[in-house]
Structure formats: structure tokens, C-alpha cells
């Protein structure tokens, strides 16, 4: 991540290591970084960058030409990006069944999109003596699910639910 950071201000030197920052939170992995003019503003920049140009990003965000299946990555890639990370938690709570949901994380893993984080919680010491409190018994440590690209998360956390609900989008609405 920090060559991506190193990299990402030298493509925009006239940025201080703050605007840096807060651009590179936004717009790493933007498919059109070359056109991106990030001199008048982080407002401006989601405006023209991203609202603007919203039709040519939708085609960027499609992953399957299922329209079921699309819908169904759209709602797991939400649910990651707001922060519910927790491997099973996601798509159980979207209502997908765990081998529908399988796939689909196989597939988010193989091109790219997501990535694993191994858990460093340590599991449950128990003894005969003791045993584990019953609030704990069905708790089960599991990796989180990351977002590989911050325009990706971006995404799903501010414009794509506001496509699908047909919501007037300007820079004002967006966060």
C-alpha cells in the first residue's frame, strides 16, 4: 500500500501529504486516473471524476451478466464496504444461501475485488474445571473480508444504492 501511496503522489506532486491522503482514500483504484484533475477541490473531483461520470462507471462496476447474480455481489460488496466484514455474517444476512454465497466470494476472490485478513483473535482457552461461559459457546473467530481497491468501497458505500434507488445524485447528496 504505501509504493500505491508513494506512486499515487507522484502522479499528483502538487498535492500536500493530507489532500494526498484524502485523495488516494477516495480515488485509488479509479479506472480513469489519467483524466483526473485534482487541483480545484475534492468536492469538484467526486463531481467531475465520478458524478459525471456515472454511465461509463456502472459498466465498470459490472461483474455478471446474470442480472440475479449481479444484484447478489452488488449486495455483499455494500455490506463490506459499510463495514460488516465478518466472513459468514455477509451474505447470511443478505438472505443468499452459504453455497450460493461461496460462489460468490470465489468469485470476488478470484478476480480481485476482495481479499482475506486472517484473524488475530486466539481461540477460547477452556479446562474441565471451567467451562466456557454460554454467551461464548456458539462464538466462532472468523477472517475479514477487505475491499482491494478504496474507489471500489467508495462505490458501494455512496453511489451505488443511490443508482439503484433512482436518486437525483449531485456532490451535495454524495456524503
Not at 112 to 130: A, N
Request: hydrophobic residues 30%; glycine residues 6%; proline residues 2%.
Amino acid at each position: 500500500m504505501i509504493t500505491d501511496l508513494q506512486n499515487f503522489y507522484k502522479k499528483f506532486p502538487y498535492l500536500d501529504i493530507q489532500e494526498c491522503i484524502e485523495y488516494y482514500s477516495i480515488f485509488e483504484g479509479y479506472p480513469f486516473l489519467d483524466q483526473l484533475d485534482l487541483s480545484h477541490g475534492l468536492n469538484d473531483a467526486i463531481e467531475k471524476g465520478i458524478i459525471f461520470k456515472i454511465g461509463e462507471l456502472k459498466e465498470y462496476f459490472q461483474y455478471s451478466s446474470n442480472e440475479q447474480d449481479q444484484e447478489l455481489l452488488e449486495k455483499i460488496l455494500t455490506r463490506i464496504s459499510r463495514g460488516d466484514r465478518k466472513n459468514y455474517a455477509i451474505y447470511s444476512k443478505e438472505g443468499i444461501s452459504q453455497f450460493k454465497g461461496r460462489e460468490l466470494f470465489g468469485y470476488l476472490f478470484n478476480v480481485g475485488l476482495i481479499y482475506k485478513e486472517k484473524s488475530r483473535e486466539k481461540p477460547i482457552k477452556t479446562t474441565k474445571k471451567q467451562p466456557i461461559k454460554k454467551s461464548l459457546r456458539r462464538y466462532k473467530i472468523q477472517d475479514k473480508i477487505h475491499i482491494s481497491s478504496n474507489f471500489t468501497r467508495f462505490w458501494f458505500t455512496f453511489i451505488s444504492h443511490k443508482i439503484k434507488d433512482n436518486i437525483d445524485i449531485n456532490s451535495s447528496s454524495i456524503m
